[in-house]
């Protein structure tokens, strides 16, 4: 095994790790660790992202589903649209993009490049939310009545984004969880966790007809993420939060940054 590919399942606990601490944020580094440690495809590795993400979302949402922190009929109103967006995109809308995407007088971009770059600034807009700990305490609905049409609309939007990149938008269903439905934080993130595991599942589902996947690669990378959730979930008791989402923030940042200059080199 080169140092390599040892770096990138080591990864794979630090993604579950992450999600446990925060209840998300590290399915943002999945596609990154596939495509630049394990020399992954962009449009597979997003498949593969949908899998570990939902599996790993899957145990983490058990747990607070056992502690009763999950809100179901605000992951109801929210989850049924963006269950139907993220399996057409999935389904449809990702294998319909042409390769290459754009072509003009010579210049070319291909179809996993362009992914890569949408990819790179939904992670800057993550990072932010994460760097300016972005969670409001109250918002429309303070007066305790979920805002059942925004909640929805916002599902579909997150379903698409989902369904695109291959992350679980964790970042964006926290603060629409608290500002549409008046859900205090712990349980916005617990209920968070849940939509993001279902929403990965659903558009993984989207893939597999036409999509040739790497079990014996895909399982024990799943299986070294699901034991980095437990992992956090019990550093969750002992660390802050607050200042860990905010180190991960400027992580991710960094990350993002590497991805569009190290494309931007090769495509000029």
Same mark, same amino acid.
């Given at each position: 095994?080169?140092?390599?590919?040892?770096?990138?399942?080591?990864?794979?606990?630090?993604?579950?790790?992450?999600?446990?601490?925060?209840?998300?944020?590290?399915?943002? +580094?999945?596609?990154? #660790?596939? %495509?630049? $440690?394990?020399?992954?495809?962009? @449009?597979? !590795?997003?498949?593969?992202? *949908? =899998?570990?993400?939902?599996?790993?979302?899957?145990?983490?949402?058990?747990?607070?589903?056992?502690?009763?922190?999950?809100?179901?009929?605000?992951?109801?109103?929210?989850? +049924?649209?963006?269950? #139907?967006? %993220?399996? $057409?995109?999935?389904?449809?809308? @990702?294998? !319909?993009?042409?390769?290459? *995407? =754009?072509?003009?007088?010579?210049?070319?971009?291909?179809?996993?490049?362009?992914?890569?770059?949408?990819?790179?600034?939904?992670?800057?807009?993550?990072?932010?939310?994460?760097?300016?700990?972005?969670?409001?305490?109250?918002?429309?609905?303070?007066?305790?009545?979920?805002?059942?049409?925004?909640?929805?609309?916002?599902?579909?939007?997150?379903?698409?984004?989902?369904?695109?990149?291959?992350?679980?938008?964790?970042?964006?269903?926290?603060?629409?969880?608290?500002?549409?439905?008046?859900?205090?934080?712990?349980?916005?993130?617990?209920?968070?966790?849940?939509?993001?595991?279902?929403?990965?599942?659903?558009?993984?589902?989207?893939?597999?007809?036409?999509?040739?996947?790497?079990?014996?690669?895909?399982?024990?990378?799943?299986?070294?993420?699901?034991?980095?959730?437990?992992?956090?979930?019990?550093?969750?008791?002992?660390?802050?939060?607050?200042?860990?989402?905010?180190?991960?923030?400027?992580?991710?940042?960094?990350?993002?940054?590497?991805?569009?200059?190290?494309?931007?080199?090769?495509?000029?």
């Amino acid at each position: 095994m080169s140092q390599q590919t040892l770096i990138g399942y080591i990864s794979a606990i630090v993604v579950g790790i992450v999600i446990g601490l925060t209840g998300g944020g590290g399915s943002i +580094l999945t596609v990154p #660790i596939f %495509v630049y $440690l394990f020399n992954i495809p962009t @449009v597979l !590795a997003t498949s593969y992202s *949908l =899998f570990v993400v939902g599996a790993t979302s899957l145990i983490g949402s058990l747990n607070h589903t056992l502690k009763k922190r999950v809100d179901f009929p605000v992951t109801l109103t929210f989850a +049924l649209p963006s269950f #139907i967006s %993220v399996f $057409l995109s999935r389904r449809f809308l @990702v294998p !319909a993009l042409p390769d290459p *995407l =754009f072509q003009l007088n010579g210049f070319i971009l291909p179809k996993n490049k362009a992914l890569l770059y949408f990819f790179a600034i939904v992670m800057i807009m993550a990072a932010r939310a994460m760097i300016r700990n972005e969670r409001p305490e109250q918002g429309e609905a303070a007066d305790g009545r979920p805002r059942y049409a925004g909640l929805a609309l916002d599902g579909f939007a997150v379903g698409l984004l989902t369904g695109t990149i291959g992350a679980g938008g964790g970042f964006l269903i926290v603060p629409m969880l608290v500002l549409l439905a008046g859900l205090p934080i712990r349980r916005a993130v617990a209920t968070s966790v849940l939509i993001i595991a279902v929403n990965s599942f659903v558009g993984f589902m989207g893939d597999i007809q036409h999509t040739t996947l790497d079990w014996n690669f895909l399982l024990p990378f799943t299986g070294l993420s699901v034991l980095g959730i437990f992992i956090g979930m019990y550093l969750a008791h002992y660390l802050a939060p607050g200042q860990l989402k905010k180190g991960f923030g400027w992580f991710v940042l960094a990350v993002a940054c590497y991805i569009l200059v190290n494309e931007l080199h090769h495509l000029f």
